[in-house]
């Protein structure tokens, strides 16, 4: 276990990158992918690596294989492609089960304290996040969406006042950061985000633990619902 887990994440991370090249028009529908020599000093990983990101690749629809010719980019429209690389937070039902375990016990706790504690700084902080995210999700502007949803919940647990609990967040920040920029990509999540903050945001404000905490497991049990309904439309198709 100690051992295979390392070049896990790193055909992961490879797996990863390259579909940011066909994302950002590097490659298209048809274009023949670098060899995987090339990839691999590219990327400057191990063959190894990406000979396991390709076969995830393939697997997902995403690029083609051929014998004897080399690896080509699938046709974009094909749904697969649309849904980009999932990482694996994302398409492995017991690891996303336990992360939104996790966000449950730390967050809903953390919105009740911040309900009590948050001084007039830290709520304007969460309404300005709270803003900026409803602003992202009309321009569409994805990386935005990303980052003002974990600022926001960060927020959140800033003013609950308990250090332990942002230091306990922060450590996971990159693994929350890859699950919300895909999560972007699954339909009617992002009204249900600002919906839930808009919530969540309003009993902070009020002073009401009760409701903030009830607001932060709601939002959070939904958005749970929708990320796994989406994951298993996909492992079906």
């Known amino acids: 276990m100690f051992y295979s ?3 896990t994440s790193v055909a992961e991370e490879t797996a990863r990158q390259i579909v940011e090249m066909i994302r950002n028009g590097r490659y298209s529908s048809g274009d023949q992918l670098p060899g995987e020599r090339q990839l ?19 697997a997902m629809g995403l690029v083609e294989v051929q014998q004897g010719r080399g690896t080509f980019v699938n046709d974009p429209s094909n749904r697969t492609l649309q849904t980009t690389l999932t990482p694996h937070i994302l398409t492995n039902q ?6 939104f375990e996790l966000r449950q016990i730390v967050e809903t706790a953390a919105a009740a304290r911040a309900a009590e504690r948050a001084n007039a700084s830290q709520i304007e902080a969460m309404r300005y996040w709270a803003q900026t995210i409803e602003t992202a999700v009309a321009r569409q502007e994805a990386a935005m969406i990303v980052t003002a949803d974990i600022e926001f919940h960060r927020q959140i647990i ?11 967040m922060d ?6 950061r890859d699950m919300r920029h895909d999560s972007t990509l699954i339909p009617n999540l992002l009204p249900e ?5 808009r919530e969540i945001l309003t009993a902070v404000e009020n002073k009401n633990s009760l409701a903030a905490a009830d607001a932060m497991r709601r939002h959070l049990t939904d958005v749970a619902g929708r990320v796994k309904e989406f994951w298993q439309t996909q492992v079906a198709e």
């Open 171 to 176: 450590s996971i920040v990159d693994l929350l």
């Open 193 to 197: 985000i600002v919906r839930g903050h």
């Open 40 to 58: 691999s000093k590219d990327l400057q990983v191990g063959r190894t690596s990406v000979r396991e990101a390709i076969r995830r690749l393939e």
């Open 5 to 7: 887990q390392p070049k």
């Open 94 to 99: 017991q690891k996303l089960d336990e992360l």
């Open 158 to 168: 800033l003013a609950s006042g308990n250090n332990t609990l942002v230091d306990l």
